[in-house]
């Protein structure tokens, strides 16, 4: 960016650092401060910073030969409109944004572009703008970031605010003024800093929340409220001035029942009230911290489909902006003055007016400017557009317009043409976009169904006219696009309305997944594509890409590359995310069958599996380091030696002892591998790898194997060459470029900056990437350079990252620049125009082009297999016609002569075998119907549940000789509506009623426990772990036999300690059940207490409830818990006995069916016994009774598969007729079939048995019996005769009982019928009155709760004024104790007088002197200043009290003593002195604590008063509530059945016409009180004898109790003298046992004698330890020494031999010539020597290196 020179009052920015040198960051006052040398220097106003000081410019090492200005911004093409909030206005024409590392300030008009670059480079976090638009803000990003302030439209940097957070902005604001900004930070600190940012001062400074933090916005109204909001929470903040300055003070948001939601967007209302949204859609009205209402539309839908990301309030308008592309406009006077209506919480809202901008706008800001004195409104869209808006809805309201459009989101790929300055870019956003990066202009747009992922240009061998680009998206498809000048076609030369247009040429989906790579042949002969599902596919390019097949690959394809035209071969380079890499040749169209399939299996794959080295490279960089630090080390140990012999000293030449090293790291190996990030051809069979995860930092130089046969999974690979890159392991290179025309290497990075390395005229290598040149281009955090290109004649550099942002940069210098760079629009292909347009893949589950293949092949056979069975059921249709001509035949032929069916079947097996299949199909179908039978069968048992289990069945039982019947009660099951309510109390005055005595019992308990005295808990004392026998005694150390010795003496002191112990506990025990058993003042006999209730409660006093004075008791109180109690006991009550009655009736219905049979089984044996009698003997014989339908109910829910099937016929039947019935025809048939019962069929067996008998009987006849037979005869005749009479007879009193058992029951029914009409009448008064008590009930339970609080607030009274009074006794027992002391003190100093002390009068008035008494401390430290003015500022006021009391007594100094007086009497007289005065200072703090304690104790008895009196009002206004609830109750009609007898209230002895002055009693309550009258008169005699025997017992105990105290007190007296006479003083005999062993100490003494003994033990033995380590050391180091000089042996043979090697060699003489083969072998000998002695002299050295090792 060009700045204009500074002004002449500006100062150097050296200079203007040190005068802006700030306080810490901690909280900053805004008063004075105190020291005028303090306050800092205020900043002139006309003060600036020079732009070229404060901007992050690119980086170069030292060493490198690029020039700084590598690269010249040219123009952002992106936006990145994903960020909350990203737009900025400074006036009608120009918006401001951020674009990676630059703020961009774009002219909409002429497209202009002016860029800010950030101060530090780290990126840029916010900018807003100043009010009055004469500055804007730019909050960074990085270490300690800054934000910077530039006016406008100048654009210099203003003032610089440091320190507001630790790593980045996320938000700034300014108030309305403009004189103060709020700034608040990301993670770690989430600083919320207010800034006087004019002065570059931070005011005020607190953290905002704990979690991510999305705004601060101060008030518009009130600049002292801020607000922030975030995820999960809402802060509402002041700026409070406090005694101690100005402070920052935040109240959190509570959601309360709402759920809790990030808050993206709020704004504080004139009244103070807040208004946020929601992520759900909804508004949320804060007032005081607390949600008031949640705002929504009518019908509760929410006011937006999605979050609101920002409110506005501007001119009394409250406007929201949602993600789903609406604004709202809403009534705040509606919004303000909102209240909740129900406990949801939700009030509804339409709002006034709403604009939708459109289907797939999300928009994330709106601001306002004017422009022409008329205000609109900008929107950023997070689809990567902005707006122009005018929100003044009224009829001349401007349309929305879109400003200008961008890709939204990162950017995928890009590419530039190969033959001008044109780009083509895709993104996730489903677009493809054409830029002029020449004229800095978007030319051409097309959008499809899917997001583009991968793109490149046709290169000029594919396409000579450059128009042809390939782009690949998501869904795996890949589409072939021409980009051309729609001005050159035929026809259409004036009706172009664009630069550029784009067409479809062709789409084809090879994969079905994301497609992420694409790429040309060299030759142009064949086109790849990489795609996520491990697959590429090839193409061969004619006029239309022909696919030739796919092969598969071990991992998903992050990158294609054909090998350059240097290489002998082509072949493609596949890099994979998953560590592999993989080249295969170049496939020839036509070689590969393609019939079936178009997988390509033959192709020759060679295979590359990264095996990480980073570990090992690091290891051998470790140990390179500790070598040279043990280089340099040993240098400085012999330089040192060398001065010191320099200077004469002697100097022993022993090494050092190394310190141990630390053991160096292990080899690493990741689990999950690296992923390949890029990759480029180095050679054939060679590549480049840039790896991310932890084999970053590195650029690996890699090389394929010829060993093939090897599984790829299994391979290890590791690279032959590695060039480490500085500061890239936790920022790996993610792109790599190459410009042609100067030979650089440009990087793009995961941080989104930009790197170029220099490359020599070998290419790369291990130092040739030492230098490089860097800049900061995209966002730090998620710009990563997902795109690196140069334009055709390397004139540009385009880049593009995952913000979103597209950066062109001039690599021309000033004087290569060219003036004017002019673009070539593609021309169109011949015959365009008459082209159909090409069909796109829309759906993306589409057939890729191998499904679709496999689709067809799979038709195909599909259709071959059909053929076949075609033509088999033909063949077998044949078959059947010869058979059945052979059958017919057969049967043309005799019958002899035919043959069998059987004879026809031939192999009986293949019907089994059809037999057996068709039991499998059988048993398949019901396995494939048993989810739906079993979902049937539910079905049934959830109907019957709901229909017939909740229903019992409604039976009536007849009489067999008469019509009476009698039916059972129509009930449901019992409800569990009151079931759970019987076991808790009846009412919720019990409930409160507990909690009010709660409190009570508890202090009762307390009050018990403090009686109890507590023992000292001192368990015995275990010795664990006893020290071992002494092996050998030590002078001076105590033997394991002397401590066993104190132990045992430990022993007997605790077991006497504990045998003493017990007897006081069990002294204390005694006396404690002795207090136990005493009864405390307000003690009541429970008894005594029993029988009064007992007596209250029937004392006969019948009240009326109208009455006037009738009172409620507690247990008469009714509630509504109480009477659905009453009612539910009731309903359970008649049920029962319904219940019971039905049970009767089932039982008797049981006895008739069982009667039935009976009758059926006596009418049998009375036809078998009439069988043998003539006719004319014949008794008539009686009906079977016949059970009727309304006495089996049950049978109708019965049925059986015949019916089933009979209903089925039915419905079909009726269907067939169709005949429309009222009703279902079906369930009436299907009731039909089950209420019919089927007759007793009895007839046919017994005429069968009739017949046969008869038969018999005639047989008999016709024989002539003889006169035996005859007398048997007649006796049987007799028999029979009898049993048939018999057996009638039982059989009417079978039925005669039966009846009776049916009258029986049915008078009972009756009666019961009576007593259930009463019961519900008795119900419906119930349900009359319950729902009376629950009208009532929300003012009886508000009552209820107020008594209830107020009695817990009294208890809490109570307990403080308990409280309050035991700390008033004991001020007053320790005021007495003073007193005491005071006392004693004086009595103290007259005996210390003695008798006639001539200086008496003198020390006296010393004694009662007042003078400051003041302490040192002694050795009290130089730190404690506080405490040392303090002391500075107490003593003038000591020498003043001095002075004034020597001026009033002037007689004698009290500091020195007087001639004659004692010393020592003085001295401690002046002791004495100073304790009287810390007594009395005692006394006064006691006294002023006793008065503040009185003053609380009267406070709390006023307040306890109060609380009384409210509590006696609200007492009364509770019984006068249910005196109301009473009257009401009363107020309802009872009906009471009575009879005539009962009445007894007659007038002139008939019945009175009005009974409302009458009263219904009972009998039984009447002689209950006139019995009570004598009861009454017996029990009073009784009471006054029991009362006259009390009284005499009374003061026997009186007595009694004055002669046992007169004796205690006898005891107390003599048990204190006993104590005067021996100790002198009393003494605490229990303290005196419990002190007189101190067994701790003992322990500890024991304890310390073991320990001492242990580290004896341990001390020996690391003695013993060294002594055998030193003798190992001497030991190793003679060894060493002897290697030492054998080593120096072989190193003098070695040079002995080497230098008769030498002469050998070099020698000359004719002497040697004849003996040439003598001294090859010679030599050969000698070299075999050498190399031998070279092996031990190595061996030696190792040995000497592992002795040093085992020595350290």
């Known amino acids: 960016m060009e700045e204009e020179p500074a002004e002449d009052a500006e100062a150097d920015l050296s200079g203007a650092e040190d005068n802006l040198d700030k306080q810490d960051n901690s909280q900053v006052f805004s008063e004075p401060q105190k020291r005028p040398e303090e306050v800092k220097k205020k900043i002139a106003e006309t003060f600036f910073y020079t732009y070229e000081d404060v901007y992050s410019g690119p980086y170069a090492t030292g060493d490198t030969e690029i020039p700084i200005d590598l690269l010249t911004f040219k123009h952002s093409f992106g936006y990145d409109c994903t960020r909350p909030v990203n737009l900025m206005i400074m006036d009608r024409h120009t918006v401001g944004y951020i674009a990676g590392n630059q703020v961009i300030l774009q002219n909409l008009r002429t497209k202009y572009q002016k860029h800010v670059r950030s101060s530090c480079g780290g990126g840029i976090g916010f900018i807003t703008a100043h009010p009055n638009k004469d500055y804007f803000a730019v909050g960074e990003k990085g270490k300690k970031p800054n934000i910077v302030i530039y006016t406008y439209p100048l654009v210099r940097p203003y003032r610089i605010l440091k320190g507001g957070t630790e790593v980045a902005y996320v938000f700034g604001d300014f108030n309305r003024t403009g004189t103060l900004l709020a700034s608040v930070g990301s993670s770690p600190d989430y600083m919320l800093t207010i800034w006087d940012w004019k002065q570059e001062e931070t005011l005020l400074r607190s953290k905002a929340f704990a979690q991510d933090v999305y705004k601060v916005m101060f008030s518009a109204e009130n600049e002292e409220h801020l607000t922030t909001g975030g995820s999960g929470h809402i802060r509402f903040w002041k700026m409070d001035l406090t005694l101690t300055g100005l402070k920052l003070q935040g109240a959190l948001g509570r959601f309360g029942k709402t759920a809790v939601s990030d808050i993206m967007g709020f704004v504080e209302l004139p009244d103070g009230k807040v208004v946020s949204g929601t992520e759900w859609g909804n508004l949320l009205l804060w007032e005081g911290g607390l949600i008031k209402v949640e705002l929504c539309q009518v019908g509760h839908k929410p006011c937006h489909k999605g979050p609101v990301s920002q409110l506005v309030f501007d001119e009394g308008d409250l406007y929201s902006v949602g993600k789903d592309g609406v604004i709202r406009m809403w009534n705040f006077e509606v919004v303000d003055t909102a209240d909740p209506v129900d406990d949801t919480g939700l009030v509804e809202m339409e709002p006034m007016n709403e604009l939708w901008l459109g289907k797939n706008v999300s928009l994330n800001f709106i601001t306002k400017i004017h422009d022409q004195g008329q205000p609109f409104w ?684 017990a007897k006081i506990m069990k002294r204390r025990a005694e006396w404690h059940e002795l207090y136990k058993s005493k009864p405390r003042d307000n003690y009541e006999n429970s008894k005594d207490a029993e029988e009064i209730k007992e007596a209250r409660e029937n004392i006969g006093c019948y009240r009326l409830k109208s009455a006037t004075n009738y009172t409620l008791t507690e247990n008469e109180c009714i509630s509504t818990e109480k009477k659905m109690m009453q009612l539910a006991i009731l309903e359970d009550l008649i049920h029962k006995t319904k219940v019971n009655m039905n049970e009767e009736i089932v039982s008797l219905r049981d006895l008739k069916v069982s009667t039935i049979d009976e009758i059926k089984s006596l009418l049998k044996e009375v036809k078998s016994i009439q069988a043998s009698l003539d006719v004319s003997e014949h008794l008539p014989i009686p009906l079977i009774p016949q059970l009727h339908p309304d006495e089996v109910p049950e049978k109708i829910v019965q049925y059986n598969s015949d019916v089933l099937l009979k209903f089925k016929e039915e419905q079909e039947a009726t269907a067939k007729l169709k005949e429309s019935l009222e009703g279902c025809p079906s369930s009436r048939a299907f009731r039909h079939v089950f209420l019919q019962t089927p007759p007793v069929e009895e007839g046919a067996p017994m005429a069968q048995a009739g017949v046969t008998e008869e038969q018999e009987a005639f047989e008999m006849e016709k024989a002539e019996p003889t006169e035996m037979e005859l007398e048997i005869l007649k006796r049987e005749k007799i028999k029979n005769l009898y049993l048939q009479e018999t057996l009638i007879k039982k059989i009417n009193t079978l039925v005669i009982n039966f009846d009776a058992e049916l009258h029986l029951l049915r008078h009972k029914k009756l009666k019961m019928d009576v007593q259930m009409k009463s019961a519900d009448l008795r119900c419906i008064t119930c349900c009359e009155e319950l729902l009376i008590l629950k009208k009532l009930e929300v003012h009886e339970d508000l009552l209820e709760e107020k008594v209830y609080a107020l009695i817990n607030e ?44 001539e200086f008496a009068d003198f020390l006296t008035d010393i004694l009662k002197k007042e003078v400051e008494c003041v302490e040192k401390e002694v050795g009290r430290g130089a730190g404690e200043e506080n405490e040392n003015e303090e002391e500075d500022d107490e003593k003038p006021d000591l020498k003043t009290d001095e002075e004034n009391w020597g001026s009033e007594s002037i007689v004698f100094d009290d500091s020195v003593c007087p001639e004659g007086c004692s010393e020592d009497l003085f001295l401690n007289t002046i002791q004495l002195r100073q304790q009287r005065i810390g007594i009395e200072k005692a006394v006064e703090e006691e006294k002023k604590v006793a008065a503040d304690l009185k003053k609380e104790y009267n406070a709390l008895a006023k307040k306890a008063k109060e609380i009384e009196t409210s509590l006696d009002t609200t007492n009364r206004e509770l019984e006068a509530f249910q005196w109301e609830k009473l009257h009401r109750l009363n107020e309802l009609d009872v009906v009471v059945p009575l009879r005539l007898h009962q009445v007894q209230c007659l007038v002139d002895g008939k019945m009175p016409r009005d009974f409302s002055q009458t009263l ?144 050998l060699t070099t020698g000359q003489g004719g002497e040697f010539e004849g003996t040439q083969s003598a001294d090859l072998k010679e030599t050969a000998r000698l070299e075999s020597r050498l190399m031998h002695v070279t092996c031990e002299v190595a061996h030696l050295k190792e040995e000497i290196s592992q002795g040093r090792v085992d020595q350290m």
């Open 378 to 1061: 900008f929107a950023q869209d997070t689809s990567g557009a902005m707006w122009k808006l005018d929100l003044t809805f009224s009829n001349m309201t401007h349309d929305p317009e879109c400003v200008c459009t961008f890709h939204s989101g990162g950017i995928e790929a890009v590419d530039v043409s190969p033959f001008t300055y044109l780009m083509a870019t895709t993104a996730l956003d489903r677009s493809v976009r054409i830029y002029d990066f020449g004229s800095n202009s978007q030319v051409s747009v097309m959008k499809f169904k899917q997001g583009g992922t991968a793109l490149m240009w046709a290169p000029a061998v594919v396409n000579p006219e450059g128009g042809l680009i390939a782009v690949g998206f998501e869904d795996g498809v890949v589409r072939i696009i021409e980009v051309y000048d729609p001005k050159l076609l035929p026809g259409h030369a004036g009706q172009a309305n664009g630069i550029a247009e784009i067409n479809l040429k062709q789409v084809f989906k090879p994969h079905a997944a994301a497609v992420t790579a694409l790429a040309y042949e060299r030759k142009g002969d064949v086109f790849a594509t990489g795609s996520k599902d491990k697959t590429v596919f090839f193409f061969a390019i004619e006029d239309e890409y022909k696919p030739i097949g796919f092969i598969c690959v071990p991992g998903p394809v992050q990158a294609l590359q054909w090998s350059p035209p240097s290489h002998d071969k082509s072949t493609l380079l596949i890099l994979c995310e998953n560590g592999f890499a993989v080249q295969v040749p170049a496939p020839l169209c036509g070689k590969h069958d393609a019939a079936t399939t178009y997988h390509i299996k033959n192709l020759p794959k060679q295979y590359f599996h990264f095996y990480s080295i980073k570990s090992q490279i690091k290891l051998g960089e470790e140990i390179a380091q500790r070598e040279k630090k043990k280089e340099e080390k040993e240098k400085a140990r012999l330089e040192w030696m060398k001065q010191q012999k320099e200077l004469g000293l002697e100097v022993q030449e022993t090494k050092e002892e190394e310190p141990e090293e630390e053991p160096l790291p292990s080899i690493y190996i990741p689990e999950e591998p690296s992923p390949i990030l890029c990759g480029f051809y180095a050679a054939p069979g060679k590549f480049w790898l840039s790896l991310g995860g932890y084999d970053s930092g590195f650029l690996y130089h890699c090389e394929f194997s010829h060993d093939n046969e090897e599984d790829p999974e299994k391979r290890k690979d590791e690279p032959f060459e590695v060039i480490p890159m500085e500061n890239t392991d936790n920022n790996p290179i993610h792109q790599i470029s190459f410009c042609s025309r100067s030979p650089l290497m440009f990087c793009g990075m995961q941080d989104g900056s930009l790197r170029a390395y220099p490359l020599g005229e070998k290419g790369l290598s291990v130092g040739a990437l030492k230098d490089y040149w860097y800049l900061n281009v995209h966002d730090n955090d998620n710009g990563q350079i997902r795109g690196i290109c140069c334009s055709h004649d390397d004139g540009c550099l385009i880049t593009c990252g995952g913000d979103g942002n597209i950066f062109t940069f001039d690599l021309w210098s000033e004087e290569e620049l060219p003036k004017e760079l002019k673009v070539t629009i593609p021309p169109p292909r011949r015959g365009l125009e008459k082209e159909k347009a090409t069909e796109d893949i829309k759906d993306p589950d589409a057939y890729t082009i191998e499904e679709n293949k496999q689709k067809k092949e799979h038709e195909r056979k599909m259709k071959e297999a059909e053929d076949k069975k075609n033509k088999k059921r033909e063949e077998l249709s044949a078959l059947r016609q010869d058979f059945v001509f052979f059958l017919q035949k057969n049967q043309e032929l005799p019958k002899h002569m035919q043959l069998h069916r059987e004879e026809f079947e031939m192999d009986c097996r293949i019907f089994e075998e059809l037999d057996r299949q068709t039991l499998q199909r059988i048993q398949l179908v019901q396995k494939q119907l048993a989810w739906e039978h079993e979902k049937q069968f539910i079905g049934l048992q959830k109907l019957q549940t709901q229909f017939q289990d909740s229903l019992e069945f409604t039976l009536t039982v007849h009489a067999i000789q008469s019509n009476h019947q009698i039916s059972t009660y129509s009930l449901l099951t019992v409800s569990e509506k009151y079931s759970q309510d019987k076991k808790h109390e009846d009412s919720k005055w019990a409930v409160h009623k507990d909690k009010w005595t709660a409190p009570k019992e508890a202090e009762q308990a307390e009050e018990e426990i403090h009686r109890e005295t507590t023992p000292v808990h001192r368990g015995s004392v275990v010795f664990e772990n006893e020290a071992e026998r002494l092996k050998t005694p030590e002078v001076r150390k105590p033997t394991t036999r002397y401590i066993e010795s104190r132990r045992q003496k430990i022993r007997r002191l605790v077991e006497k300690y504990d045998a003493l112990k």
């Open 1354 to 1397: 009294q208890e809490d009274i109570h307990s403080k004024l308990k409280s309050c009074l035991a700390q008033i006794e004991d001020r007053k027992c320790e005021i007495v104790t003073l007193e005491e002391r005071k006392k004693a003190l004086y009595a103290s100093f007259e005996a210390s007088l003695g008798e006639n002390n």
């Open 1560 to 1703: 219904v009693f009972t009998n039984q309550s009447l002689q209950y009180l006139q019995k009570r009258i004598a009861d009454q008169r017996n029990e009073k005699i009784m009471q006054r004898e029991i009362h006259k025997k009390a009284k005499e017992q009374h003061k026997q105990l009186l007595q009694d109790k004055k002669e046992m105290e007169m004796e205690i007190q006898g005891l107390e007296e003599r048990c204190n003298n006993l104590m005067m006479e021996k100790f002198g003083r009393l003494v605490d005999f229990e303290a005196v046992q419990v002190h007189s062993v101190n067994i701790p100490m003992e322990q500890m003494k024991v304890r310390i004698m073991e320990k001492e003994y242990e580290y004896f033990v341990e001390l020996k033995e690391w003695e013993e330890r060294i002594v055998v380590l030193q003798h190992q050391l001497t030991k190793l180091t003679r060894e060493n020494t002897s290697k030492l000089h054998q080593l120096n042996r072989f190193c003098h043979e070695k040079h002995q031999l080497e230098t008769e090697l030498e002469s």
